[in-house]
């Protein structure tokens, strides 16, 4: 099977965690270990969050007395895409010896005129108490939204609309490759009045970009794994309910929070109508039981799945 699997920030570095190396490599090193048994048998795309990669980044930018202006999102996201594009190649490596493994530093095009860029709405960076997150927003001119019950920078994510290197990624797999690419939804750009890419302040969301990319690679799944085990119907209130299946339209009625789980649940949704093939969102330790319909939220076009048997073989 050709599986597009989506880790989330989240899963390489954990809520409340100090950003140190060793922690994320650590992070990377585990995560890897549950996918290993998916790269042995299957073809395999690896796609990554940054979220709190590339908000440290933007404060460290930010702070930094011999920059005349920080360096936008574009520059940011690429430098996340080298920094967990590396930890995950060489874990790769590692954990499938004498398989290829290739990393790729992604642009994904995105419209100039997209309404997003107006609207941000993308949590990058950590969370604050909200005193500092006021302090920080004035100083810096910077846009703060709820994240739970403390604050957290949010910038604006317009819609992936193509990963232009996606025949190149093509190629790999026909090589027998595992890729790495498309990290943190990747680079954002557009194409300018000469026709040439530019890349824009911009953070991309990483599910919408691997459903698009999934899409295009024509793969049997699309796996959203992060921290949580399953999609919650009335999550935060009294009495949360895990939803085990779905289909686009009934996880569609659902409501979900626009900065996380909301995206999670378009991506499946969008991957689901337009291919009719699998979509799961869940927790990277539950990744074999997923497959095999015993964990996660599973969404289908009918609503029914029994298990890896059930995805049509690649290109069939």
């Given at each position: 099977m050709?599986?597009?699997i989506a880790?989330?920030?989240n899963a390489l570095l954990e809520r409340g965690q100090r950003p140190d190396a060793a922690a994320q490599r650590a992070n990377t090193a585990r995560a890897v270990r549950a996918l290993a048994p998916l790269g042995e048998r299957h073809e395999l795309v690896v796609t990554h969050g940054n979220g709190p990669q590339v908000g440290l980044l933007a404060l460290e930018s930010a702070a930094n007395p011999d920059l005349t202006s920080p360096y936008p999102f574009d520059v940011l996201g690429a430098q996340t895409q080298g920094m967990i594009g590396y930890w995950l190649l060489q874990s790769l490596q590692n954990a499938l010896p004498g398989r290829q493994v290739a990393a790729l530093i992604n642009q994904t095009l995105v419209s100039a005129a997209d309404p997003a860029f107006a609207n941000p709405t993308k949590f990058v960076g950590p969370v604050y108490e909200q005193d500092v997150a006021s302090g920080l927003a004035s100083r810096n001119g910077w846009t703060f939204a709820p994240d739970g019950d403390r604050w957290r920078r949010v910038v604006p994510s317009p819609e992936p609309h193509r990963?232009?290197?996606t025949r190149l990624i093509r190629e790999l797999l026909a090589f027998g490759a595992v890729v790495v690419c498309a990290g943190g939804g990747g680079v954002p750009v557009v194409r300018n009045e000469a026709g040439e890419l530019e890349g824009v302040d911009a953070v991309?969301?990483?599910d919408l970009a691997a459903a698009k990319l999934a899409e295009a690679l024509d793969a049997d799944a699309l796996l959203l794994l992060t921290d949580v085990h399953a999609v919650m119907r009335g999550y935060?209130?009294?009495s949360p309910q895990p939803i085990a299946r779905a289909t686009p339209a009934s996880l569609r009625r659902e409501t979900f929070a626009p900065?996380?789980?909301?995206?999670k649940a378009e991506?499946?949704?969008?991957?689901?109508e337009v291919t009719g093939g699998f979509g799961a969102i869940g927790s990277l330790t539950d990744v074999t039981d997923i497959l095999d319909g015993k964990a996660g939220t599973v969404v289908t076009?009918?609503?029914d799945y029994g298990g890896i048997g059930d995805l049509r073989p690649p290109g069939g």
């Open positions: 050709r599986l597009v880790l989330g920030g990963v232009v290197e991309i969301d990483k935060g209130g009294p900065g996380s789980m909301g995206p991506a499946v949704c969008r991957f689901v076009p009918g609503g």
